[in-house]
Every structure is written in structure tokens, then in C-alpha cells.
Nanobody, 120 residues
Framework: EVQLVESGGGLVQPGGSLRLSCATSGFTFSSYAMSWVRQAPGKGLEWVSAINSGGGSTSYADSVKGRFTISRDNDKNTLFLQMNSLKSEDTAVYYC?????????????WGQGTQVTVSS
């Protein structure tokens, strides 16, 4: 059974940092691209970042470029999102998602999400 479990969310002040983790199981993590997607209150899903299976290729939404860094540890089957210089508009539920391929090509499995709240 494929499982994606996010952690690391919480309440942080503007300008602060958080590191999200996504622990995975039930599939060969190193064979698939992964993404982070978020949903702000009252809004639709927004793609945030993606990384290919080997970790050598990453991409970011313009809204987070230069502030967020996606990475993965294929030995520990874990995906990360380092978030710096957080803004109130980053407040959202953050989901990790698995691609069905080595590169991003939609998402076939999702985690349950972790809440990030940026507020003073």
C-alpha cells in the first residue's frame, strides 16, 4: 500500500522558516518524481515544487522561487521542502504527491497534508 505522510507544519512568524518532510512507503521511492502542492484557505490547489526521481532536476512556482528548496533522500524514502522567508500568503495545507513516472507527469498518490500557518 502506497503511503505518503507529511510532517513539519506549524505556526511561524513572517520571515521565519519551516522544513516539511514526507515519509513514504509501499513503492520504490527512488523511481518516481515527487511534488509539493498546497491549498490556501478558500482557494484551489496550487503546485509549489517538483523533483525528478534522481533529485538532479527541480522546479518551482514563481511564488516560491528563491525561498523554497525541494530535496529528497532516496536512501530514507523521504521528500523535503525547506521553506524560508515565509509570508502570510504561504499559509496553506501542504501536500506531497507522487508522480507515476521518473519525471513529473501528474500525481497518482497524495498525502493527507500538513498545515502551515504564517502569522504574527
Amino acid at each position: 500500500e502506497v503511503q505518503l505522510v507529511e510532517s513539519g507544519g506549524g505556526l511561524v512568524q513572517p520571515g521565519g522558516s519551516l522544513r516539511l518532510s514526507c515519509a513514504t512507503s509501499g513503492f520504490t521511492f527512488s523511481s518516481y518524481a515527487m511534488s509539493w502542492v498546497r491549498q490556501a484557505p478558500g482557494k484551489g490547489l496550487e503546485w509549489v515544487s517538483a523533483i525528478n526521481s534522481g533529485g538532479g532536476s527541480t522546479s518551482y512556482a514563481d511564488s516560491v522561487k528563491g525561498r523554497f528548496t525541494i530535496s529528497r533522500d532516496n536512501d530514507k524514502n523521504t521528500l523535503f521542502l525547506q521553506m524560508n522567508s515565509l509570508k502570510s500568503e504561504d499559509t496553506a495545507v501542504y501536500y506531497c504527491a507522487k508522480s507515476p513516472r521518473t519525471v513529473v507527469d501528474g500525481n497518482d498518490y497524495w498525502g493527507q497534508g500538513t498545515q502551515v500557518t504564517v502569522s504574527s
